[in-house]
């Protein structure tokens, strides 16, 4: 009975930047709880390529296209994942962009584009979700994906935190206005998570030196965000809205 509490059976999960890293992971763990995924992303042939590998491990998967800084191409995406899926009644909001610029050399074009993927591509697909979730009358849940540097900063990283800490705030204020309607809103905030995209960084000398002040003393599994995206994603998460799961091996201690 409690496992069955974590079932994604019945549901269609849509997962934003879900051509590689953690978008691609999510989008494999959610098929396997029984979820039909719907795969979205600007890089359809990466899409197509994850969700085959879905499909061949049982699950039900499809690809659209979806650029989050474009309001047009979030409504055609929802409405392509309805077509091939069915209502979205889960939504992780994945899509983001990293930066690296000392504040004072950073052109402002590079805090606007951090800023149009990390927080206006939220607003956008959560607003749409929310909105076609109401309109079901069915309740859902949107997971927006934050980060440790939402709750504490790092140099050169202003607009990457500064994103982050407003997704936070976000998905609080989705959650209140949205839990009359059945929608659950909440975030999960990694910390150092070895993906395909940083693994070999993580494993350089500068890697190191940030991996050695982790109280764990190393970097996050994938697998180890399996347990909180399902938590949040199905039943057994039924109770919580606004709230924002940490898992970073203690890196936000040591941040202070």
Same mark, same amino acid.
């Given at each position: =009975?409690?496992?069955?509490?974590?079932?994604?059976?019945?549901?269609?999960?849509?997962?934003?930047?879900?051509?590689?890293?953690?978008?691609?992971?999510?989008?494999?763990?959610?098929?396997?709880?029984?979820?039909?995924?719907?795969?979205?992303?600007?890089?359809?042939?990466?899409?197509?390529?994850?969700?085959?590998?879905?499909?061949?491990?049982?699950?039900?998967?499809?690809?659209?296209?979806?650029?989050?800084?474009?309001?047009?191409?979030?409504?055609?995406?929802?409405?392509?994942?309805? !077509?091939?899926?069915?209502?979205?009644?889960?939504?992780?909001?994945?899509?983001?962009? &990293?930066?690296?610029?000392?504040?004072?050399? =950073?052109?402002?074009?590079?805090? !606007?584009?951090?800023?149009?993927?990390?927080?206006?591509?939220?607003?956008?697909?959560?607003?749409?979700?929310?909105?076609?979730?109401?309109?079901?009358?069915?309740?859902?849940?949107?997971?927006?994906?934050?980060?440790?540097?939402?709750?504490?900063?790092?140099?050169?990283?202003?607009?990457?935190?500064?994103?982050?800490?407003?997704?936070?705030?976000?998905?609080?204020? =989705?959650?209140?206005?949205?839990? !009359?309607?059945?929608?659950?809103?909440?975030?999960?905030? &990694?910390?150092?998570?070895?993906?395909?995209?940083?693994?070999?960084?993580?494993?350089?000398?500068?890697?190191?030196?940030?991996?050695?002040?982790?109280?764990?003393? !190393?970097?996050?599994?994938?697998?180890?965000?399996?347990?909180?995206?399902?938590?949040?994603?199905?039943?057994?998460?039924?109770? =919580?809205?606004?709230?924002?799961?940490?898992?970073?091996?203690?890196?936000?201690?040591?941040?202070?």
């Amino acid at each position: =009975m409690v496992l069955s509490s974590f079932s994604l059976v019945g549901k269609t999960a849509l997962v934003t930047g879900a051509s590689s890293g953690l978008g691609r992971h999510f989008a494999g763990v959610l098929a396997a709880a029984g979820a039909k995924v719907v795969l979205a992303a600007r890089r359809l042939d990466r899409l197509e390529a994850a969700a085959v590998e879905i499909r061949a491990a049982g699950g039900v998967a499809h690809a659209v296209e979806m650029d989050v800084t474009q309001s047009s191409s979030v409504i055609g995406a929802f409405d392509a994942a309805e !077509r091939a899926a069915g209502p979205v009644g889960v939504l992780v909001n994945n899509a983001g962009v &990293p930066s690296s610029s000392w504040f004072t050399r =950073m052109p402002e074009a590079e805090w !606007r584009a951090v800023l149009d993927v990390n927080l206006d591509g939220v607003f956008r697909v959560g607003q749409e979700a929310a909105r076609r979730m109401q309109a079901a009358k069915a309740g859902g849940s949107i997971i927006n994906i934050a980060s440790i540097l939402g709750l504490s900063v790092l140099k050169t990283l202003a607009p990457y935190a500064t994103s982050k800490a407003a997704v936070i705030q976000l998905t609080k204020a =989705m959650a209140l206005e949205l839990a !009359r309607d059945g929608i659950r809103v909440n975030a999960i905030a &990694p910390g150092y998570v070895s993906t395909e995209l940083n693994a070999a960084f993580l494993q350089s000398e500068a890697g190191s030196k940030i991996l050695a002040k982790v109280p764990s003393g !190393r970097a996050g599994a994938l697998h180890e965000l399996d347990g909180p995206l399902l938590l949040l994603a199905s039943d057994a998460g039924a109770y =919580m809205t606004g709230s924002v799961i940490v898992v970073d091996g203690g890196s936000l201690l040591a941040l202070g």
